[in-house]
């Protein structure tokens, strides 16, 4: 059972939250060609290793919040509101 | 195949081996030294490579092959899964590929001169709604035009063709109906590696266990071999089997997929006598249970659904899955569970596989394979084997190239969007 951080609730259960994904992507401008599309909606650096991810308290505070965790030892590293200035 | 006769598995080399206590057996392949140069290289010695370099070398004559595997053959998701295998379909690209790789495990054992047990006791899918009806008959209709079979069963047949499954109106999903596919059924998945991996090795491929790949190497827009744990090794064309890690293997010669590694459980109960004896799942909670030749009870269900390499997953899914299962079958409450696991899943951006070329000339790639790569081990390698001999798609493959997602040509059996761990 993963132990999650929410920024507002604190330490929970895996099981009130739901996985987003990498949250690193960032949406390219409107005005942006069709491999930057591409790559917004398709492709994932996918790391062995530490990933920065959405999770959502779906099951308490409902708010999105960013996740610090390794893949391959799923130890979390840190998780933070969104936009704060520590997260990538 | 096998040029002497002695060394081809019948009744009689059983019986001739039995007379010395089995003690004599030939070693089953070769394990060599790795060459400095080979015409093609595969990644990954699990069931798709392995299966890829046989093809290779029986159907195209390219037999100065290497397999490269960083732990041992068949260690990764080929050993992992609940050895399903069906063609139930109902996109045209899935459903002639699927359907290929179906007629090539009926055939298997014999082709291959090695039972890979593969028994043909039918997938039956439980339909819980009228709309799930009305889906179902709907994908039976199309996969009877691509020419697979289908029936489409109500509760009654259901309840005499699964007498131990609970088929009343007070269970949390009441069964509906279901559509069956009979040449569905199971294989036994380590079989499947070793068989490939003899006669693949009996046509002269050199499969090389403990050899982790570190590097691709590419000059100008070729790539022109690997850098391994072995040392270098050079090579006219590179084809990657890595499902689960094409990501990391992929990023090597700079490129980037439409993929995610996701943990994906599975687990068996304690042996029992058969009481299910066909393939069953459920859309419902999401669960796929047979029952082993063993007599184990083996089921999974979803992903843990969060991006993973960990080849082991977490307790929530475990319990999920579980009560799934016993919802079906509330006669296996006291039934203990005797070991759970994990693999690493390729989950590609539509749920479907990718086998194409790379945009680096002479890299092939094969992976994306979702829940379902076991099933498609035969038409997959022979697809890629196919490929790489001719340096372009077969028809049977080309809707499953990478370009799809640049062009749009999206293969989603559930449509449900770029979310990889939606399928």
């Known amino acids: 059972m993963l132990v999650i951080r929410c920024p507002w609730c604190g330490e929970r259960a895996q099981i009130e939250f739901t996985y987003r994904g990498d949250a690193t992507v960032e949406r390219p401008d409107l005005e942006a060609n069709s491999d930057e599309w591409y790559d917004y909606v398709y492709t994932r650096d996918n790391p062995r290793g530490e990933h920065t991810e959405w999770w959502h308290h779906t099951g308490g505070c409902r708010k999105w919040f960013k996740v610090r965790r390794n893949t391959w030892t799923h130890e979390i590293i840190s998780s933070e509101p969104p936009g704060s200035p520590d997260s990538d | ?423």
């Open chain 2, 1 to 423: 195949m096998i040029k002497s006769v002695f060394k081809q598995y019948s009744g009689f080399s059983l019986l001739r081996n039995s007379l010395s206590g089995h003690r004599n057996w030939a070693r089953v392949w070769r394990d060599p030294e790795p060459k400095r140069s080979y015409d093609v290289i595969i990644i990954g010695a699990g069931g798709h490579g392995l299966a890829s370099a046989y093809y290779l070398a029986k159907l195209h004559g390219i037999k100065n092959v290497a397999v490269l595997e960083k732990g041992w053959l068949g260690g990764g998701n080929t050993g992992r899964n609940t050895t399903i295998v069906r063609s139930n379909y109902r996109q045209d690209g899935n459903a002639h590929f699927y359907e290929h790789s179906l007629k090539l495990w009926e055939g298997l054992s014999q082709d291959l001169n090695y039972n890979v047990m593969f028994s043909q006791r039918g997938v039956l899918n439980l339909a819980h709604s009228d709309s799930e009806m009305e889906k179902f008959s709907e994908r039976g209709n199309a996969m009877r035009l691509n020419g697979i079979d289908a029936e489409l069963l109500l509760p009654d047949q259901i309840r005499r063709e699964v007498p131990h499954l609970d088929c009343s109106q007070n269970t949390r999903y009441p069964i509906y109906g279901g559509l069956l596919q009979p040449r569905g059924g199971t294989a036994r998945h380590d079989a499947v590696a070793w068989g490939f991996a003899r006669a693949a090795d009996a046509l002269g491929v050199d499969i090389i266990q403990n050899c982790e790949v570190t590097g691709i190497r590419v000059q100008g827009e070729r790539v022109v071999g690997v850098d391994t744990t072995r040392g270098a090794i050079d090579a006219g064309k590179v084809g990657l089997a890595v499902a689960g890690n094409s990501s990391r293997l992929a990023a090597m010669a700079g490129l980037k997929l439409p993929i995610e590694s996701h943990v994906l459980q599975a687990m068996v109960s304690e042996p029992l006598k058969p009481i299910i004896h066909t393939v069953l799942t459920s859309s419902a909670s999401h669960v796929y249970i047979n029952q082993t030749d063993k007599g184990e009870v083996l089921f999974g269900g979803d992903l843990d659904l969060y991006n993973s390499y960990a080849q082991r997953g977490n307790l929530p899914r475990v319990e999920y899955v579980i009560q799934s299962v016993l919802t079906l079958f509330p006669c296996l409450r006291r039934v203990r569970l005797m070991r759970t696991w994990g693999g690493v899943m390729d989950m590609s951006m539509d749920g479907s596989p990718i086998i194409g070329k790379l945009p680096i000339d002479g890299l092939y790639f094969n992976g994306g394979w979702c829940y379902g790569g076991f099933k498609a081990t035969p038409g997959s390698g022979w697809c890629f084997a196919h490929t790489i001999a001719n340096d372009k798609p077969h028809a049977l493959n080309e809707p499953l190239s990478l370009e799809r997602f640049k062009s749009g040509a999206l293969l989603d059996e559930n449509g449900a969007g770029a979310f990889p761990n939606a399928h």
